[in-house]
């Protein structure tokens, strides 16, 4: 056994090291040494969460048991690759979004409270500023909008999706072009709120976003699906109604998505 | 050496859950529980390379997962004059307090809402 006093000097030193590089990362001064990292890292981390998404994603567990490593490996690249070029030639073959401006990210984690009951409120996607990845870009699958880079290292970023909690956005009804702000709530569950009485609200209207970019171009596309309006709340005597929202897309079947750039 | 071996996989598999899986802090289970079997100035320095790779594949601010790891194994490892620290009562609290302060730390950097922490320190009670 460690007697306590030996320890003290360890933990102290540790946490010295510690401390200098949190000082130094909230400084912006440590990009090199994410970037470092992620070189060395991506390839690891891509493979780990292809084979751990794989396993997740419900294939038959008989099939699994026979698979040595090396075989569940290879096969959980290959299907990578197969929805990666499913995603693409999808992706491109939309017409709201321009092509030539999308970027295709790889889905490095995207990390649940309980894997399968819980849905992600973040996705870290392996493309950074390096990929001329911006803070605040949406990023879309087809014609849907995931969510916004809200943080960007040299070769990753993370994306907070629409259902998170922290995500707020302006957005407008297709059939009624009722305005209203769309809330993230956090496990996959999106509010529409703050509309008018006098607007009309129906159930299964899509919502898409109302646009809000700068004159560079910077920003949220108006006309991005964000879900399908599923239960509708209406009183008299409020000032506003509100409804619930359902996602359209379902984010845990995903690996590729693809970021806009202005 | 089959200890060291089964030692080996666990560390790198609750580390690979903690990063692409689940939110829930697997490693830190993992590392307390550890810590209290060996009671070993090594498992600091696991806890640090540890915290270390976490925060560089979550991008989260770098030191910051290390620091709360080292905390909690720090103090631990003041209550051990006082407490029997190989018991179920220990690593139940531990977890659950270990869990909270990471979780509380998240916050600060937007990650989880306060509602999340409370829940999610209670399954990493069970994994401790």
Redesign the interface.
């Known amino acids: 056994?460690?007697k306590?006093s030996?320890?003290v000097p360890?933990?102290l030193s540790?946490?010295f090291?510690?401390?200098?590089?949190?000082f130094?990362?909230?400084g912006s001064r440590?990009s090199f040494?994410?970037g470092l990292?992620?070189i060395l890292?991506h390839p690891l981390?891509a493979s780990?969460?292809a084979v751990?998404?794989s396993y997740?994603g419900g294939e038959s567990q008989d099939t699994l048991k026979k698979e040595n490593t090396q075989l569940r490996l290879q096969l959980a690249k290959l299907n990578e690759m197969k929805k990666e070029d499913a995603a693409l030639r999808d992706q491109y073959q939309t017409t709201t979004v321009p092509a030539n401006k999308l970027v295709p990210a790889a889905i490095?984690?995207?990390?649940?409270?309980?894997?399968g009951v819980s849905i992600a409120d973040?996705l870290?996607i392996d493309k950074g500023s390096s990929d001329q990845i911006k803070k605040g870009a949406a990023v879309v699958y087809k014609d849907m909008l995931l969510g916004l880079v809200t943080?960007v290292?040299p070769h990753?970023?993370?994306v907070t999706l629409v259902t998170s909690?922290?995500s707020s956005l302006t957005a407008a009804t297709t059939k009624t072009n009722a305005v209203g702000i769309v809330k993230g709530q956090?496990r996959g569950i999106m509010t529409y709120e703050l509309v008018l009485l006098a607007d009309s609200l129906e159930s299964g209207d899509m919502v898409v976003t109302k646009g809000n970019t700068d004159d560079a171009g910077h920003g949220l596309p108006p006309g991005l699906v964000i879900g399908k309006l599923a239960s509708v709340h209406k009183r008299a005597s409020n000032l506003f109604q509100n409804a619930e929202l359902q996602t359209v897309v379902d984010i845990t079947k995903l690996t590729t998505v693809f970021v806009l750039q202005p | 050496m089959i200890a060291s071996v089964i030692f080996i996989l666990l560390c790198i598999m609750s580390f690979?859950?903690?990063?692409?899986?689940?939110?829930?802090p697997f490693f830190l289970g993992f590392v307390l529980v550890l810590f209290i079997t060996y009671?070993?100035?090594a498992i600091?320095?696991l806890?640090?390379v540890v915290?270390?790779?976490f925060d560089?594949?979550?991008?989260h601010?770098?030191?910051?997962t290390?620091?709360m790891l080292?905390?909690v194994?720090?103090l631990a490892?003041?209550y051990?004059?006082k407490f029997e620290l190989r018991t179920y009562p220990f690593v139940f609290f531990a977890s659950f307090f270990g869990t909270y302060a990471i979780s509380f730390c998240c916050i600060a950097n937007?990650?989880f809402?306060s509602k999340?922490s409370f829940?999610?320190s209670m399954?990493s009670v069970v994994i401790g």
Not at chain 1, 17 to 22: A, E, N, Y
Not at chain 2, 56 to 59: D, E, G, N, V
Not at chain 2, 61 to 64: A, C, Q
């Open positions: 056994m460690q306590r030996s320890l360890i933990f540790y946490a090291i510690c401390i200098l590089f949190l130094l990362s909230f440590l040494l994410y990292s992620e890292l981390q780990s969460y751990l998404t997740h490095l984690s995207a990390r649940t409270f309980i894997p973040t870290v943080s290292t990753a970023s993370v909690n922290s956090g | 690979l859950f903690a990063v692409h899986v689940t939110t829930l009671r070993s100035r600091f320095l806890a640090f915290g270390l790779l560089i594949m979550t991008l601010p770098i030191g910051l290390s620091l080292l905390i194994l720090f490892s003041l051990q004059r937007r990650s809402s999340v829940r999610r399954p």
